[in-house]
């Protein structure tokens, strides 16, 4: 398998712009996980699915972020508009059973860059 | 501060030695899981334990839980060069929910 897979490894974009981050999760797993880290904040959990149904959003930090899950192989997040402070690195995760009780498997990560 | 602290922030340790990092969380938890990250990299799942476990062993790795404390810790033993990164405990609070708190981790370095 060849683990979770995110793209764009790398984006650089200007204040304003549209911002989608896509996420493949292993084969199998039903749950997904969307962190951002920083070095001021750590590591923060955005959204989590399970079967392709939203849990919990509750660290969404604003309107501008959204988060879809239209099957099970495939997420997206998305920022619209961009701000220098989204710059971090976005890591998506997946899991077996309900993810909270199961180790997760993490993605390389997306680093975001917001001039 | 938030759940799942770990301590210390930084740890550099010749290789060979013991490294000992600590987690204190605040609330009751399902379960604590131990992660590494390497620089630039995912992170990587090392251990989980159990509330009602208080030792766990994976190789090199010995993880304890004490619950009245709220506190675990990681011992890597012999530790080598690879071993080198950052080190995250998670915990998953009792609270009927599902968001996975990481800690702000150690940073690891061993030197060859």
């Known amino acids: 398998d060849a683990g979770v897979i995110q793209s764009p490894r790398h984006e650089v974009t200007e204040m304003g712009q549209e911002v989608t981050l896509r996420c493949k999760p292993i084969?199998?797993?039903?749950?997904l996980f969307w962190y951002r880290q920083t070095m001021m904040r750590g590591l923060e959990l955005l959204i989590y699915f399970n079967n392709n149904v939203p849990i919990d959003d509750s660290g969404m930090p604003e309107d501008r972020f959204s988060a879809k899950m239209p099957n099970a192989s495939f997420s997206t997040l998305k920022i619209q508009p961009s701000e220098p402070r989204d710059s971090a690195v976005y890591f998506c995760?997946?899991?077996?059973?309900?993810?909270?009780?199961?180790?997760?498997?993490f993605g390389p990560g997306t680093r975001l860059t917001v001039l | 501060s938030q759940q799942g602290e770990e301590d210390p922030q930084a740890l550099s340790i010749q290789e060979g030695e013991n490294a000992t990092m600590n987690c204190s969380y605040k609330t009751s938890i399902n379960n604590l899981q131990w992660y590494r990250q390497n620089s630039g990299r995912g992170l990587v799942h090392l251990i989980l334990?159990?509330?009602?476990?208080r030792e766990k062993h994976s190789g090199r790795l010995r993880v304890t839980l004490d619950t009245s404390k709220k506190s675990s810790s990681l011992l890597i033993t012999a530790s080598r060069a690879a071993d080198t990164a950052s080190y995250f405990c998670a915990t998953v609070p009792n609270t009927g929910g599902f968001k996975t708190i990481f800690g702000a981790g150690t940073r690891l370095f061993v030197k060859a």
């Open positions: 084969s199998g797993h039903n749950s």
């Open positions: 995760a997946s899991s077996t059973g309900t993810g909270t009780y199961n180790e997760q498997f």
């Open positions: 334990i159990r509330s009602n476990e």
